[in-house]
């Protein structure tokens, strides 16, 4: 079975939470409950709200959506940045807070979620995001960002695309 979005100039990120998959169109989150399914709206956030990236928090186990007031993120443009915490089924969020810069990925290592915001490598902790580095190689140009699938790792470590360069961040070993 296919499906269409709604609108073809916002991200559409995806993730499966609890048994279901939830997409992200605009400032819908949409869910599929079966693998035959038609995804279905579970969540509306206001209509400036655009979801750019969706996670899971290791430490809650609720699900992060990342948003920003406007689906493009320019550099000269001043945004409000959001991450949620959502449980899979009620009308609203959880918890809301307002981030320095939008986050355009989210990775666990271990019990570590990784997040990447703007130019920037940080991580959760009970009091927002924890800067790690700025990525150097890295501008605010669209494709340029590190979003999801700029991240991958390997046991304990993480390794993130810097422009040409790989960084690794994480366990030495012997």
Known sequence: SFFTFGSGVVPHPAIVFEDNAFYGDGNLLL????AG???????????????LALGIDPGTGKMLISTVNRPLIVSTIPTINKLLWYD??????????IVDEAITAFRSVGTILYICYGRN???LSGSGIQFLRKL?????????????YNLTNI?????VVDGSQILAHGEVPP
């Not at 399914?37 to 979801?51: F, N, R």
């Not at 899979?88 to 807070?97: E, V």
């Not at 150097?136 to 999801?148: E, F, G, M, S």
């Open 121 to 123: 490598l940080g991580y």
């Open 88 to 97: 899979g089924f009620s009308n609203k969020p959880l918890k809301s807070i």
């Open 136 to 148: 150097l190689n890295v501008t605010y140009a669209q494709q340029d960002l590190p979003y999801k």
């Open 31 to 34: 869910r599929q409950t079966s």
């Open 37 to 51: 399914g038609t995804p279905a709206t579970i969540l509306t956030l206001p209509s400036e709200q655009t979801i």
């Open 155 to 159: 046991g304990n470590t993480l390794y």
